[in-house]
C-alpha cells in the first residue's frame, strides 16, 4: 500500500497570509502525528490524533495553529497569519496505534513552508 | 523530562568501513526506540524500532541494539556504502500514551567512494 503522503510538497507564502497543510497516512493507521523541523531545533513534536480527536496539544507552538483530522484520515494543519518564524518542514507520520509494537511511526515526505 | 543526544554530529568514512552511531537518552522509562534516516530535502525513513523487553534488532546491514538501564542504543552500519550517506536520528516516545517522539539533533554520514 502507499505510504504517508503530503501536500503541497513546497509552500510559499507572504507573511500574514493563512496556509493549511495536508496529510495522508497510511490506511488503517489510527494514530498521526505532525512534526516540525526547523534549522537549529531540529525534530519538535506538534499535535497528534487519536481516531478524529486530538489529547494533546501542547505542542503547538501557539494559537494560530490549528490542526484537525475527519474520517479518522485525512489531517489538515493550519496555521493562521504566517510569520517569518513559522518557516520549516512540516512533517507527519502515522503508526497502527499509539503505544508498544504498534507505534513504529511512518513519516511522510513533508511540506516545506517559506514565509517571506 | 526527556532528553535524547547523538554523537558524533557528522562523521566522514571511507567505503567498507563498518561504523558505529551512538544515541543516549536521559529517562530511562522508554518502551521502545526508533532510528530514522533522513536524505537531503526528504522525510524520515524508518530503520529499527526496538522494543524496551529487546536488546538488538537487525535488518540487513544494520544492527540496533538498546541498554536501557544506561540510556544507550547505537546503530551499526556494516560494511558501509555511499548510498548509506545521510542524516541518521533516533527518537525515544515521550510519554507512555501518546506516542510522541523525542529526537536526538542526528548524526550526518558521509560515505566516501
Known amino acids: 500500500g502507499a505510504g504517508v503522503s503530503q501536500s503541497p510538497s513546497n509552500k510559499v507564502t507572504e507573511k500574514g497570509k493563512d496556509v493549511e497543510l495536508r496529510c495522508d497516512p497510511i490506511s488503517g493507521h489510527t494514530a498521526l502525528y505532525w512534526y516540525r523541523q526547523s534549522l537549529g531545533q531540529g525534530l519538535e513534536f506538534l499535535i497528534y490524533f487519536q481516531g478524529n480527536s486530538a489529547p494533546d496539544k501542547s505542542g503547538l507552538p501557539s494559537d494560530r495553529f490549528s490542526a484537525e483530522r475527519t474520517g479518522g484520515s485525512v489531517s489538515t494543519l493550519t496555521i493562521q497569519r504566517t510569520q517569518q518564524e513559522d518557516s520549516a518542514v512540516y512533517l507527519c507520520?502515522?503508526?497502527?496505534?499509539?503505544?508498544?509494537?504498534?507505534?513504529?511511526?511512518?513519516f511522510g515526505p513533508g511540506t516545506r513552508l517559506t514565509v517571506l | 523530562k526527556q532528553e535524547v543526544t547523538q554523537i558524533p554530529a557528522a562523521l566522514s568514512v571511507p567505503e567498507g568501513e563498518n561504523l558505529v552511531l551512538n544515541c543516549s537518552f536521559t529517562?530511562?522509562?522508554?518502551?521502545?526506540l526508533q532510528w530514522f534516516r533522513q536524505d537531503p530535502g526528504k522525510g524520515l525513513t524508518s530503520l529499527l524500532l526496538i522494543q524496551s523487553s529487546q536488546r538488538e534488532q537487525t535488518s540487513g546491514r544494520l544492527n540496533a541494539s538498546l541498554d536501557k538501564s544506561s540510556g544507550r542504543s547505537t546503530l551499526y552500519i556494516a560494511a558501509s556504502q555511499p548510498g548509506d550517506s545521510a542524516t541518521y536520528l533516533c527518537a525515544v516516545p515521550g510519554s507512555s500514551n501518546t506516542g510522541k517522539l523525542i529526537f536526538g539533533q542526528g548524526t550526518t554520514l558521509q560515505v566516501k567512494p
Open positions: 529517562d530511562s522509562a522508554i518502551y521502545n
Open positions: 507520520a502515522s503508526s497502527l496505534a499509539l503505544a508498544g509494537a504498534y507505534n513504529e511511526q511512518f
